[in-house]
């Protein structure tokens, strides 16, 4: 089993979401804080963006939806994809979980991207790794290559269940996941709003929030096995 998360999995836990916040993430634009010309152009105001959004990590909880997840633990080979940034998946128990775009609780070197620290304080200007170059988010930021898409893809194309839950399947590339699916995949996808996309007759389309629509598919996978 394969679960794909966006930002709706943790807007339960209190967490906004970019497309249901009018185009605007905490009043800011996106390429006034999540570009590479961002940072370039005004680092004090992208480090003030996410020093604010891990603070307000730090003070919430995984929700009903994530320890679903994690619970089916027990009964699947079960791998997280997540484009969110938080670590929710993880708190919850999820032992698994391949982050596309980066984390928000670490933080890497501005030349040097594979030195990699955990981070929970404010981080700013001056705060440097062992070889003097500024500390920034390690996050992907749009116009930035994925470099966990390749190990996502194979297990997308491995996985014989698959669940999306609480993206547009607007943001590329991760959107394009869905194309590595194979042909005897089981194919679900959970949103309170279902991207406007055509898809294949086997997808199961479950319009509503992260922990209900979890519940019915569930229930779904249940009475399956009971029939087999």
């Not at 997840?69 to 998946?89: G, R, Y």
């Not at 128990?93 to 984390?103: A, I, P, R, T, Y």
């Not at 200007?125 to 996502?152: N, Y």
Request: aromatic share 8%.
């Amino acid at each position: 089993m394969v679960i794909f998360s966006g930002a709706g999995m943790s807007a339960e836990s209190g967490l906004k979401t970019f497309r249901d916040n009018g185009g605007l993430w905490e009043n800011h634009r996106v390429e006034e804080v999540a570009t590479p010309q961002a940072w370039a152009s005004n680092p004090q105001l992208v480090l003030d963006f996410y020093n604010m959004r891990r603070s307000q990590l730090l003070k919430s909880e995984p929700n009903k939806a994530h320890e679903i997840i994690a619970s089916w633990e027990d009964q699947f080979d079960l791998k997280v994809i997540t484009q969110n940034i938080d670590n929710l998946h993880e708190r919850a128990g999820s032992k698994d979980v391949l982050h596309l775009h980066g984390e928000l609780l670490k933080v890497r070197s501005e030349e040097d991207p594979d030195r990699i620290y955990h981070w929970e304080e404010d981080l700013k200007l001056g705060d440097h790794c062992e070889k003097g170059t500024q500390l920034r988010p390690h996050v992907v930021w749009f116009g930035e290559s994925v470099p966990m898409m390749a190990i996502a893809e194979k297990e997308v194309r491995e996985a014989d269940i698959f669940i999306t839950i609480g993206t547009s399947l607007n943001v590329y590339p991760a959107a394009s996941l869905v194309n590595c699916i194979a042909e005897h995949t089981q194919c679900y996808l959970i949103d309170p709003k279902i991207p406007r996309l055509n898809f294949p007759d086997k997808w199961t389309l479950i319009q509503d929030t992260a922990y209900k629509g979890l519940k019915q598919v569930g229930n779904l996978l249940k009475k399956e096995k009971e029939t087999i």
